[in-house]
C-alpha cells in the first residue's frame, strides 16, 4: 500500500537548507547558525515524527501489504529502459532510520552550540552538520539505490570535511584523507554491486528490485550464484561505510574531528548505512546465504578484534572508537545470522548509548580542557557529576545490564546465532566473549575516568561541568539508553519485512547474558579501583599480547606493508619510468609523428593561388565525372 | 520583302546622315558662334566664286575633304592594329545610338507603316546606354595603342570621366523611364504628345526638371568637351589621347565627339523635350486648347515632325556650342568630385523621388 | 539564329576566349575578353534574353573590363616575355581544362533539349523585373548589400597603403 | 535561311569556354589575366543558365544571370583594389610570387 506524502522531500531539504543558509549569511553572522543550524534539524525532526506517526496510522486501517509513504519529486536519470527519481520512500526500516538520524542529529546539533561555542569556523561546522544531516537523510529515504548512493557519498564527503575539520593541524588532514581513502575502496565495491544489479535486473528502484531479485539467484558466476557475488560486492561497501574488516582502520582515526562529529557520524549513525543498506536489501541478501555466512563471520571477528584492542587503549575516544567498530560487528553478526530486526534494533540502542557516551567523553575532554588520555583522568565523579551520571547509563547500556537498552538488543543478536534463520553457534559463543570484553573495557574507561586518584595536573587542569546545552541532550540520551530496550523496533522490521516472529530467548540465556555482563565490570572494578597495579603487572606479564593489542593489532603497519608501500612504490614508478618514457614518449611520438608528416605534407602548401586551384580542378573533374558516368 | 529592306536601309541612312549633317553644321556654328563670342568675325576666309558668305560650305566641304587628305602619320613603338581601330570604335559607338532615336512618327505610304526610327527596340535606353559604354574603349585603347605617357595619361582620365559621368546619366534616365514606364524611346515620345490639363504639352522635363539637367551634365562631360575636356586638356596633356593621331584618324575622333554632342543633343530631345512632337500637332492637324481644329495633312504632320526633331536637336547642339566657349575648364578632382558627389548623389535622390511621387499617384505618366 | 550565323560567333568567341589565355600583353588579354562578352550578349540576344544581352554590355564590357584595362594602365603593366606559370601546372592546367569541357560537353550532349515556343515578352524588363521584386526579393536586396559591401571594401582597400 | 542551331550547341560552347577559363586561371602568371578568366568563367556559365531558360522556358535563369553579374561586378571592384594594393606593395602582379599569404 503506497500513498503518496509530498512532506517528505522537505524531511530532506530542510537540513540543506539550512546547509545553503550556513555557507552564505552564516558566514557573516555566525550566531545564526546557532539557532537555524539545530533549528533546521529539529524542524526536519519534527516533520519526521509527523509523517512517521502518518504512516503507522494507515498500519492499522490495511491488512496485508505493509503501508509505505512516496514522494516522487521528479525524474532524475532516463537512460533507455532504466530510470532513476529524485524519490524518497518511508517504510517500517527508513521511517526508523529517519527519527534516529534526525532526533539524534538534533540532540548533538544543541550539544555543539555549547561545544563548538568558542570555535572560530562555527558556522562552517554547522553547514557541515547540517549537509551531512541531508545527505543522511537522503541515504536513508532513497527509494532508489542510484539516490541512496548519492547520500552515501555525500557523508562520505562530509565525514572527510569533518574529521578534517581543524585542518590546521597536519595529524586531521591526514586522518580525514585516510577516512576518504579507505571508504574510496568499499565505495569501488558497492559500484560494482550496483553495475551487476543494472546489468542483470534493469533497475535499482528498491521495490522494483524486490519483484525480480529472484532471478539473481539461479544464475551461476563461476563458484558461486549472481546474489551472491551481488551480495559480497554490497557487503564490501558496507565494511568500509561501516568500518568493519578490513577496512575499519579508518574509523579510530576520525576520532581526530571535533567530539561532538565522532558521535554523531562515528557512532551513531553514518557508521550504520551499511547496516541500514543491507536492511533495505534484506531480499536480496535472503538469496545468498553464502555470503550471509560470510557477513555473520566478519561480524563476528570484527567485534572481537576491536573489542580487544579497545582494552588496551589510552586514548578515551580511541576507547570509544573501538567500542563503535565492536558494536557494528554485532549488528553484522546479526545480519549475517539472519535476525535482521535484531541488528536493526542494535543500531537504535547503539546510537542512543554511544551517542550518550561519545558526548559525555565530549563533556568530560571538554571540562578538562582537551585532555584525551585516560591515565591523565579519574576520580572526576565530584566535578562533573552530571556527566558521571548519564555515562554511567551508558556504560551500563553498552555493557548489556539487564533491562537497559543494550542488554535486549545485544541478547537478540546472540540468540539469533544461535536459533536464527542462519544459525551459527560458534560465532555465537564469539558473542559472548565480546559481551564480556565489552562490559570489561566500558568499566576499564568508565572507572579510570571517574574513579580513583585524580592523576591530572592540578596546576594547569580544573575539571568543570558542562553547560547546558550540553549536559541538555546528555539527560534526553541516558534517559533513551536505559528505556531504548523497550521499542520494538525488531518487531516492526520483522513484520514489514515479512520475517516470521522470532521466539522468546530462552531464559537461559537471558541470565547468561546478564551475568557476563557483570563479571566484566566487576572485572573492571577489580582492576582498576580495588587494584590500581593489577593492569601493570598483567601487562608486563603478558607483555608480546598487551603490545600487539595497543598497536592495535598492527593492522595499520599491515596495510602500510602490503598496500601503501607498494602504492608508493608503484606510483614511484610509474613517475620515474612510465611517466616519462612511455606516456610522454607516446605523446611526444604522436607529436614528433605530426610534425614530421606534416613536414612533407606542407610541401602540398605552397601559397601559390594556383596549386590550391589545380586543387579545386581535380575536385570538380571528380564530382563532375562521377555525374556524367551516373 | 526588298522594299523593306530598302526603307530600313533608307531609315538608316537618313538618321546617320542627319547626324553627321548636324556635326558638319555644329562645325560651322561652332566657328561662328566662338568668333561672335570673342568679337571676332571667324570662318571668313574660304570664298566660292567671291562669295565670302559661303564659309558654311567652307566647313561642310572644305574642312573634311582637307582634314581626310593630311597625311597619316605612322609613329614607330605604337601598337597598330589598335592605334587603327581606336577611332573607329570611338566614331562607331557614337553613330549607332542613333539607331534607336525616333525622328519623326509613323509614315504613312499607302498601306504601309514606316516606323521613322531605325530600329524599333523594346529595350532602346538600355541599347544606347550600351552603345555609349563601349565608347570609351576607343579612347583607352587609343591612348595605350600610342606608346606616349601624355596620351596614356589623358586615356586613364577620359575612362575614369566616361565610367564615372555614366552612372549619373543612367539614374537620369532611370527617372524618365520610371515617369514614362517604358524602354522604348518611340513610346516615350507618344507619350510626351499628350496635353496636361488640355493646354500643357507633357513633355519630359515638367515631369523629370532635375532628370533633365543630371543628363544633359552627364552627356556633355561624356563627349569630353569643355568644361569637362580634361582627357585632351591641350594646355596639360598636349592634345591627350591622340596627340599622336593625324589625318583620317584624328578626323574621326574629332568627328566622334561631335557625333556624341549631336547624340546628346537627340537623346534630350527625345526623351524631356518632346522628340518630334509640336505642341497641339494631333495627326489629324493642329488642336487649339480653346477649342477647334485646324486641320493638316497627315503627311505633313509627320514631315513637319521631322522638321521639329531636326530643330530641336539644332538647338541643344547650339547650347552646347555656347556652353564650351563660355565655361572654364574643370580641374581634375573639382571633376571628380562634382560627378561622385554631386550628381550622383542627386541622381539617386531624384530616382527615389521619383518612384515615391509615381507611388503615391498612382502610376506612370 | 541560324546554324551557320551561330557557328560563326561561336568560332569568334572561343577565338577571342583563347586570347584572353594565351595573348602576352594585358591589354590584348582585355580585348579579349572584351570580344568574348560582347559576342556572348549576342547570344544572349538570339536566346531570348532581351535584357540581360543589353545588361551584359552595359555591366561586363562597359564597366568591369573597362575597369581591369584602367587597372592595367594604371600600373603600365606590359607585354610579358614569361606570361605561363610552372610547366607542370600548365600541362595540368590544359589537360584539365580539356577533361571538364569534354565532361561537361559529353554529359550535356546526351540530354536533348528542345526550344519550346515562348510567351510573348520573354526575356524582357518586365518578367524579370516580376521575378526579382517577387520570388527573388529576398536575394535581391542582398545583392544590393553586397554590392554596398564591396563598393566600401574596394575604396578602402584601394584608397590608400597598407602599413 | 538554315535551320536555328540547336541548344545543346550552346551548351557545348559553354562548356569550351569555360575549359578555356580554367587552363587561364591555371596557367597564366599575371593575377589580372587570371582575374579575367575567372570572368570568362563566370560568363560561360551564364551562357549556360541562359540556355537553359529558354529550353524550359523559365525566366528564373535570366534572374540567377541577373546575381551573378552583381556579384561578377562587385568581385571585380573588391578584387581588382586587392591588385591595387598588392602592386604598390610588392610591385608584382605575378601569382607564383606571391605566396606567403600576408603582407
Same mark, same amino acid.
Given at each position: ?630 | ?365 | ?8 560567333? #561561336?568560332? *569568334?568567341?572561343? $577565338?577571342? /576566349?583563347?586570347?584572353? =589565355?594565351? @595573348? ?5 588579354? &582585355? %580585348? ?46 606590359? #607585354?610579358? *616575355?614569361?606570361? $605561363?606559370? /610552372?610547366?607542370?601546372? =600548365?600541362? @595540368? ?5 580539356? &577533361? %571538364? ?63 | ?103
Amino acid at each position: 500500500m503506497v500513498s503518496a506524502e509530498p512532506l517528505l522531500r522537505w524531511i530532506v531539504l530542510l537540513p540543506a537548507l539550512g546547509f545553503l543558509w550556513n555557507v552564505t549569511v552564516g558566514q557573516r553572522a555566525p550566531r545564526t547558525s546557532a539557532v537555524v543550524g539545530p533549528g533546521a534539524v529539529g524542524a526536519a525532526f519534527a516533520i519526521a515524527i509527523v509523517t512517521v506517526l502518518r504512516l503507522y496510522g494507515l498500519e492499522g486501517s490495511h491488512a496485508g501489504t505493509p503501508p509505505m509513504l512516496h514522494d516522487f519529486v521528479y525524474r532524475w536519470i532516463e537512460v533507455g529502459p532504466f530510470h532513476a527519481d529524485a524519490a524518497f520512500r518511508l517504510d517500517a526500516i527508513s521511517a526508523i532510520a529517519v527519527l534516529v538520524v534526525t532526533g539524534i542529529g538534533f540532540l548533538i546539533h544543541v550539544y555543539s552550540v555549547g561545544y563548538m561555542h568558542d570555535d572560530p569556523s562555527f558556522a562552517r561546522f554547522f553547514a557541515y552538520l547540517n549537509l551531512f544531516i541531508a545527505a543522511m537523510l537522503v541515504l536513508v529515504l532513497a527509494d532508489n539505490l542510484l539516490l541512496l548512493f548519492v547520500g552515501w557519498e555525500g557523508v562520505g564527503l562530509c565525514s572527510y570535511l569533518l574529521i578534517g575539520f581543524w585542518y590546521e593541524a597536519e595529524a586531521n588532514a591526514i586522518a580525514g584523507k585516510k577516512a576518504f581513502l579507505v571508504n574510496r575502496v568499499g565505495d569501488a565495491s558497492f559500484v560494482l554491486g550496483l553495475f551487476l544489479l543494472v546489468q542483470y535486473t534493469g533497475t535499482l528502484d528498491v521495490a522494483e528490485l524486490q519483484a525480480k531479485a529472484g532471478t539473481l539467484a539461479g544464475t551461476m558466476v563461476g563458484p558461486m550464484t549472481l546474489a551472491t557475488l551481488i551480495c559480497l560486492l554490497l557487503f564490501g561497501g558496507a565494511t568500509g561505510k561501516s568500518a568493519q574488516i578490513p577496512l575499519f582502520v579508518w574509523l579510530p582515526d576520525a576520532m581526530a574531528g571535533p567530539t561532538p562529529v565522532s558521535a554523531l557520524i562515528h557512532a551513531a549513525t553514518m557508521v550504520t548505512a551499511g547496516v541500514y543498506m543491507m536492511t533495505r536489501l534484506h531480499f536480496l541478501f535472503d538469496l545468498a546465504p553464502a555470503a550471509l555466512a560470510v557477513i555473520a563471520w566478519i561480524g563476528a571477528l570484527t567485534a572481537l578484534v576491536a573489542a580487544t584492542i579497545a582494552i588496551a587503549q589510552s586514548d578515551i575516544k580511541k576507547v570509544l572508537a573501538y567500542s563503535t567498530v565492536s558494536q557494528l560487528g554485532y549488528m553484522f553478526l546479526g545480519l549475517g545470522v539472519g535476525v535482521t530486526g535484531a541488528a536493526l534494533f542494535h543500531v537504535v540502542t547503539h546510537a542512543f548509548f554511544k551517542g550518550l557516551l561519545f558526548l559525555g567523553v565530549g563533556s568530560v575532554i571538554h571540562g578538562m580542557h582537551g585532555e584525551q588520555d585516560l591515565q591523565k583522568m579519574g576520580g572526576l565523579r565530584r566535578h562533573m557529576p552530571g556527566t558521571y551520571w548519564t555515562m554511567l547509563v551508558g556504560t551500563l547500556a553498552i555493557s548489556g545490564v539487564p533491562f537497559l537498552s543494550g542488554f535486549y538488543s545485544k541478547d537478540e543478536i546472540i540468540a539469533g546465532a544461535f536459533l536464527g534463520p542462519h544459525p551459527q553457534p560458534l560465532l555465537g559463543v564469539i558473542g559472548y566473549v565480546v559481551a564480556v570484553l565489552t562490559a570489561f573495557y566500558m568499566g576499564r574507561l568508565f572507572f579510570l575516568t571517574f574513579f580513583g586518584e585524580e592523576r591530572f595536573d592540578h596546576h594547569h587542569v580544573h575539571p568543570h561541568e558542562s553547560p547546558w546545552t550540553m549536559l541538555g541532550p546528555l539527560v534526553v540520551l541516558a534517559v533513551l539508553s536505559a528505556l531504548g530496550g523497550a521499542l520494538d523496533v525488531a518487531g516492526r522490521v520483522n513484520h514489514f519485512i515479512g520475517a516470521h516472529h522470532e521466539e522468546a530467548t530462552p531464559f537461559g540465556m537471558l541470565i547468561l547474558a546478564g551475568a557476563l555482563a557483570f563479571i566484566g565490570l566487576g572485572a573492571a572494578w577489580y582492576a582498576y579501583v580495588r587494584e590500581p597495579s593489577l593492569p601493570e603487572q598483567v601487562a608486563t606479564a603478558a607483555g608480546g599480547l598487551y603490545r600487539f593489542l595497543r598497536d592495535k593489532w598492527r593492522v595499520d603497519e599491515l596495510y602500510d606493508a602490503i598496500v601503501v608501500r607498494p602504492l608508493f612504490a608503484l606510483a614511484e614508478f610509474l613517475a620515474r619510468i612510465v611517466d616519462p618514457d612511455f606516456v610522454d614518449g607516446a605523446v611526444n611520438g604522436v607529436a614528433e609523428v605530426v610534425a614530421w608528416l606534416s613536414s612533407r605534407w606542407r610541401r602540398l602548401q605552397t601559397g601559390n593561388l594556383q596549386h590550391a586551384a589545380l586543387s579545386f580542378l581535380v575536385g570538380a573533374l571528380a564530382l563532375l565525372g562521377y555525374f556524367v558516368v551516373h | 520583302m526588298l522594299a523593306d529592306f530598302l526603307i530600313d536601309v533608307v531609315r538608316v541612312v537618313f538618321i546617320i546622315l542627319l547626324a553627321v549633317q548636324i556635326v558638319a553644321f555644329g562645325g560651322f556654328f561652332e566657328r561662328k558662334i566662338s568668333a561672335l563670342i570673342q568679337d571676332r568675325i571667324g570662318a571668313n576666309r574660304a570664298s566660292i566664286f567671291g562669295f565670302a558668305g559661303m564659309g558654311l560650305v567652307n566647313t561642310l566641304v572644305a574642312d573634311p575633304i582637307k582634314w581626310l587628305l593630311k597625311e597619316d602619320v605612322r609613329i614607330t613603338g605604337t601598337d597598330r592594329l589598335l592605334h587603327f581601330w581606336a577611332p573607329v570604335v570611338s566614331l562607331v559607338m557614337a553613330l549607332v545610338p542613333f539607331a534607336v532615336v525616333p525622328f519623326g512618327n509613323e509614315l504613312v505610304i499607302g498601306d504601309r507603316h514606316i516606323n521613322l526610327q531605325a530600329a524599333p527596340l523594346g529595350v532602346g535606353v538600355l541599347y544606347v546606354l550600351a552603345m555609349v559604354s563601349l565608347g570609351v574603349y576607343g579612347i583607352v585603347l587609343g591612348g595605350w595603342a600610342s606608346n606616349n605617357r601624355w596620351a596614356l595619361l589623358g586615356s586613364v582620365r577620359g575612362s575614369a570621366q566616361m565610367i564615372s559621368y555614366e552612372i549619373a546619366m543612367g539614374l537620369a534616365l532611370v527617372g524618365a523611364v520610371l515617369v514614362y514606364g517604358t524602354l522604348d524611346l518611340q513610346e516615350m515620345v507618344h507619350a510626351q504628345g499628350q496635353l496636361i490639363g488640355g493646354w500643357l504639352p507633357a513633355w519630359g522635363i515638367l515631369y523629370q526638371p532635375l532628370g533633365f539637367i543630371l543628363f544633359f551634365v552627364g552627356g556633355v562631360a561624356e563627349s569630353k568637351r569643355t568644361p569637362f575636356d580634361l582627357p585632351e586638356s591641350e594646355s596639360e596633356l598636349i592634345a591627350g589621347y591622340f596627340t599622336e593621331y593625324s589625318g583620317a584618324k584624328h578626323f574621326m575622333f574629332f568627328m566622334a565627339d561631335f557625333v556624341e554632342v549631336v547624340l546628346v543633343s537627340a537623346l534630350v530631345t527625345t526623351l524631356y523635350f518632346g522628340g518630334w512632337q509640336i505642341p497641339y500637332l494631333a495627326p489629324d492637324g493642329f488642336h487649339v486648347p480653346g477649342g477647334g481644329v485646324v486641320a493638316v495633312a497627315p503627311l505633313l504632320v509627320t514631315i513637319l515632325g521631322v522638321v521639329a526633331f531636326t530643330l530641336k536637336m539644332l538647338f541643344f547642339t547650339v547650347l552646347q556650342i555656347i556652353l564650351r566657349w563660355t565655361l572654364p575648364r574643370f580641374r581634375y578632382d573639382q571633376l571628380m568630385r562634382l560627378g561622385w558627389q554631386g550628381l550622383l548623389p542627386i541622381a539617386l535622390a531624384n530616382v527615389v523621388v521619383t518612384a515615391g511621387l509615381l507611388l503615391w499617384l498612382g502610376g506612370h505618366a | 539564329m541560324s546554324a551557320v550565323l551561330f557557328l560563326v560567333i #561561336a568560332a *569568334l568567341t572561343v $577565338l577571342g /576566349a583563347f586570347t584572353v =589565355v594565351v @595573348a602576352r600583353s594585358p591589354v590584348y588579354s &582585355a %580585348l579579349g575578353l572584351v570580344g568574348t562578352l560582347f559576342l556572348i550578349a549576342v547570344l544572349f540576344l538570339s536566346l531570348d534574353a532581351q535584357l540581360l544581352g543589353f545588361l551584359q554590355i552595359i555591366v561586363y564590357a562597359g564597366a568591369i573590363v573597362v575597369l581591369f584595362l584602367f587597372v592595367i594602365m594604371l600600373l603600365n603593366l606590359q #607585354a610579358e *616575355l614569361e606570361t $605561363l606559370s /610552372a610547366p607542370g601546372l =600548365v600541362a @595540368a592546367a590544359a589537360l584539365g581544362g580539356l &577533361a %571538364l569541357a569534354g565532361l561537361v560537353a559529353f554529359g550535356v550532349v546526351r540530354t536533348p533539349l528542345g526550344a519550346p515556343a515562348l510567351a510573348d515578352g520573354f526575356g524582357n524588363t518586365v518578367p524579370v523585373a516580376e521575378l526579382l521584386f517577387t520570388t527573388y526579393l529576398l536575394p535581391f536586396e542582398l545583392t544590393s548589400v553586397l554590392l554596398l559591401v564591396a563598393i566600401i571594401g574596394a575604396v578602402v582597400i584601394g584608397k590608400k597603403r597598407l602599413a | 535561311m538554315t535551320a536555328p542551331a540547336p541548344l545543346a550547341w550552346y551548351l557545348v560552347l559553354s562548356a569550351v569556354l569555360f575549359g578555356i577559363g580554367v587552363v587561364g586561371v591555371l596557367a597564366r602568371r599575371n593575377l589580372i589575366v587570371v582575374f579575367m578568366a575567372i570572368e570568362l568563367m563566370l560568363n560561360a556559365v551564364n551562357l549556360t543558365f541562359v540556355t537553359f531558360a529558354r529550353a524550359r522556358p523559365s525566366m528564373d535563369g535570366h534572374v540567377i544571370v541577373f546575381f551573378v553579374m552583381a556579384v561578377a561586378a562587385a568581385e571585380a571592384a573588391v578584387g581588382l583594389a586587392i591588385i591595387l594594393q598588392l602592386f604598390r606593395a610588392r610591385e608584382t602582379v605575378n601569382a607564383d610570387e606571391v605566396t606567403t599569404l600576408r603582407w
